[in-house]
């Protein structure tokens, strides 16, 4: 995989955002919301995909779309940018109740990835380790789900340190009003990215799953 590109510090806007919320303020957020996926669903059920894997594919192609949620740390410290990050995501063993942690290079025609990811799963959903495939790439950003539960927040606390790639929770469908509803939460680390980013990558979310012809092609 390319290596990350340094990001120029002298005409970086964010260079004094950086440097506080990694060193002075270490800190992560997490925005938790509601995403209306009515015509998704629909969309995935009538083109016989997999919900999860294009949930993940969708998540992925707003991910790749911003610098801030491409972001990592070079071996000195300097902050870089991967040119492309891959969906690392979770998925039950078989008869346990423990997860195998999968990935999938991320690929931007959406059938072919669905189609590569459903193959990683059948490989090695069943292996009854955590990471099957042996370690992951760094240019990964993990992804969730909790189907048996809907959450109206949800956030994971860990000491802030230097990993910088966001967290993605999804929870169980909501039906209210005639309307489906996915719970997502957002996961960031501050030196990455600020709300008004986050609030974008959520937005361009909610527009991909409100118009999505995408699923059939």
Same mark, same amino acid.
């Given at each position: 995989m390319d290596a990350p590109a340094l990001i120029d510090l002298d005409t970086w806007p964010r260079r004094q955002h950086f440097a506080h919320y990694l060193r002075a303020v270490p800190c992560t957020y997490a925005m938790t919301v509601e995403v209306d996926v009515t015509a998704f669903v629909a969309? +995935?059920?009538?083109? /016989? #995909? #997999?919900?999860?894997?294009?949930?993940?594919? $969708?998540?992925? !192609? +707003?991910?790749?779309?911003?610098? @801030? *949620?491409? =972001?990592?740390?070079?071996? &000195? /410290?300097?902050?870089?940018v991967w040119p492309v990050v891959h969906p690392s *995501?979770? +998925? =039950?063993?078989? /008869? %346990? @109740?423990?997860?195998? %942690?999968?990935?999938?290079?991320? &690929?931007p025609?959406? $059938?072919? *990835?669905? &189609?590569?990811? $459903?193959?990683?799963?059948?490989?090695?959903? /069943? %292996?009854g380790e955590l990471f099957p495939q042996g370690p992951r790439p760094a240019a990964t *950003?993990?992804?969730? %789900?909790?189907?048996?539960? !809907?959450f109206t927040g949800f956030t994971i606390t860990a000491t802030p340190g230097t990993h910088l790639a966001p967290i993605v929770t999804l929870g169980r469908y909501v039906e209210r009003d005639g309307r489906v509803l996915l719970p997502l939460a957002v996961q960031v680390h501050h030196a990455a990215a600020d709300g008004f980013h986050t609030a974008r990558l959520v937005e361009e979310l #909610?527009?991909?799953?409100? &118009?999505?012809?995408?699923?059939?092609g």
């Amino acid at each position: 995989m390319d290596a990350p590109a340094l990001i120029d510090l002298d005409t970086w806007p964010r260079r004094q955002h950086f440097a506080h919320y990694l060193r002075a303020v270490p800190c992560t957020y997490a925005m938790t919301v509601e995403v209306d996926v009515t015509a998704f669903v629909a969309a +995935v059920r009538a083109a /016989g #995909r #997999r919900t999860y894997l294009t949930q993940v594919w $969708a998540i992925a !192609s +707003v991910v790749n779309r911003h610098d @801030e *949620f491409r =972001m990592t740390l070079t071996s &000195d /410290g300097a902050p870089a940018v991967w040119p492309v990050v891959h969906p690392s *995501f979770t +998925v =039950m063993h078989p /008869g %346990s @109740e423990t997860f195998a %942690s999968l990935w999938v290079p991320f &690929d931007p025609d959406y $059938a072919a *990835f669905h &189609d590569a990811a $459903a193959a990683v799963v059948a490989e090695h959903a /069943g %292996s009854g380790e955590l990471f099957p495939q042996g370690p992951r790439p760094a240019a990964t *950003f993990d992804v969730s %789900s909790i189907p048996w539960t !809907s959450f109206t927040g949800f956030t994971i606390t860990a000491t802030p340190g230097t990993h910088l790639a966001p967290i993605v929770t999804l929870g169980r469908y909501v039906e209210r009003d005639g309307r489906v509803l996915l719970p997502l939460a957002v996961q960031v680390h501050h030196a990455a990215a600020d709300g008004f980013h986050t609030a974008r990558l959520v937005e361009e979310l #909610r527009a991909l799953l409100a &118009d999505p012809s995408w699923v059939a092609g």
